[in-house]
């Protein structure tokens, strides 16, 4: 089954530091990649997408994400860590089902950014 | 833009009772989706529809519940009886045709609490 993978339900990093939050994804032909963000009693907002191109690929708010074919992956990042990235944050892939692309997330990472 | 708009942000209902969720998608926006999000089944959809047509409602769970797109400014999802594992959050998103076609904007969902 075509499916994202969060191996991580939280992640505690201290204001400053860089972060990482994972993402692996198993899809059928080119994947096409995104990352959400979700605040407290918000809807998901949208990051930034990979759909093909060069692999390190920018966004808002000075995070970016690293496709790695070779390992599935397309891990989220930031050098510099702020109070106010502390949120639940989503990596969702393309796939076609019934006919039909929607998007499938995985089931989120809660990063927790300490002052 | 004031963003997709969904109402009421809280609803608390009884066991059997007929619930309606609304949602007005972004103003141009011809996609639009219904979502659950729960602790134990993360962020699932529900149905989306294109030009006010379902397209894909393989997602919804059972006849008890049913979505209209009127027009291209409204959509409902009703859940009627309602039962308690229906308790969730419930996201309304939209998106707009082109190379942004899988963006999708979210609102600020609705709790929906079945006692």
């Known amino acids: 089954a075509q499916s994202v993978a969060q191996p991580e339900d939280q992640v505690n990093v201290a204001e400053g530091n860089p972060l990482t939050v994972k993402c692996t994804y198993s899809?059928?032909?080119?994947?096409?990649l995104f990352w959400y963000v979700q605040y407290p009693n918000r809807g998901l907002q949208f990051l930034l997408k990979?759909?093909?191109?060069?692999?390190l690929v920018k966004g808002s708010y000075g995070f970016e994400a690293e496709f790695n074919k070779s390992q599935t992956s397309f891990h989220l990042k930031k050098p510099s860590a702020l109070v106010s990235d502390s949120a639940l944050y989503f990596c969702?892939?393309?796939?076609?089902?019934?006919?039909?692309?929607?998007?499938?997330f995985g089931t989120g990472t809660r990063l927790l950014v300490s002052p | 833009d004031a963003g997709v708009i969904q109402s009421p942000r809280h609803e608390v209902t009884e066991m059997g009772q007929e619930v309606t969720l609304r949602c007005k998608p972004i103003?141009?926006?011809?996609?639009l989706f219904w979502y659950r999000q729960t602790m134990m089944r993360g962020l699932e959809l529900l149905i989306y529809?294109?030009?006010?047509?379902?397209?894909?409602d393989s997602g919804m769970p059972e006849d008890r519940f049913s979505a209209k797109m009127p027009n291209a400014s409204f959509s409902t999802l009703k859940i009627q009886p309602s039962e308690p594992r229906d308790s969730a959050v419930y996201f309304c998103?939209?998106?707009?045709?082109?190379?942004?076609?899988?963006?999708?904007?979210f609102g600020a969902g609705t709790r929906l609490s079945v006692l």
């Open positions: 529809f294109n030009n006010n047509v379902p397209i894909d």
């Open positions: 899809v059928s032909g080119n994947p096409y």
């Open positions: 969702a892939a393309l796939v076609l089902n019934t006919g039909f692309q929607k998007l499938v």
């Open positions: 998103a939209s998106s707009r045709s082109g190379s942004d076609k899988n963006i999708q904007y």
């Open positions: 103003s141009g926006h011809d996609y």
């Open positions: 990979y759909i093909t191109g060069d692999n």
